[in-house]
């Protein structure tokens, strides 16, 4: 499992002065990347083979508030692997990713 920790910034606060919806899906963009950049397809390589990643379904439970300075922790599983998708000419990695605060 792929960890990446993160410490909620000033803007990544809402009006309600918790941690914002977008900023729960930029924390996971962040450590999505990180995970493939790490698995050796940085954007260069990518751009390579002019390809990249796209998201096609993201969805969030929320089941507890996070605030300002709190550190929080974002962990990702590859959870299935799709080889080919003949139309798309693509490999397709279905990955979970959890928040812990």
Same mark, same amino acid.
């Given at each position: &499992?792929?960890?990446? #920790?993160?410490?909620?910034?000033?803007?990544? +606060?809402? @009006?309600?002065?918790?941690? /914002?919806?977008? @900023?729960?899906?930029?924390? %996971?963009?962040? $450590?999505? &990347?990180?995970?493939?950049?790490? #698995?050796?397809? *940085? &954007?260069?390589?990518? @751009? *390579?083979?002019?390809?990249?990643? !796209? !998201?096609?379904?993201?969805? %969030?439970?929320?089941?507890?508030? /996070?605030?300002?300075? #709190?550190?929080?922790?974002?962990?990702?599983?590859?959870?299935?692997?799709?080889?080919? +998708?003949?139309?798309?000419?693509? =490999? =397709?990695?279905?990955? $979970? =990713?959890?928040?812990? =605060?």
């Amino acid at each position: &499992m792929y960890t990446k #920790q993160f410490e909620i910034r000033w803007s990544d +606060v809402d @009006a309600n002065r918790h941690l /914002a919806n977008s @900023a729960y899906t930029n924390f %996971m963009s962040h $450590t999505r &990347m990180g995970f493939l950049i790490e #698995q050796g397809f *940085t &954007m260069k390589e990518l @751009a *390579t083979y002019n390809i990249g990643p !796209v !998201v096609f379904y993201e969805h %969030m439970h929320y089941f507890k508030e /996070a605030f300002l300075g #709190q550190p929080i922790t974002v962990s990702l599983e590859v959870s299935d692997l799709v080889k080919t +998708v003949p139309f798309l000419n693509s =490999i =397709i990695i279905f990955i $979970t =990713i959890k928040v812990k =605060i």
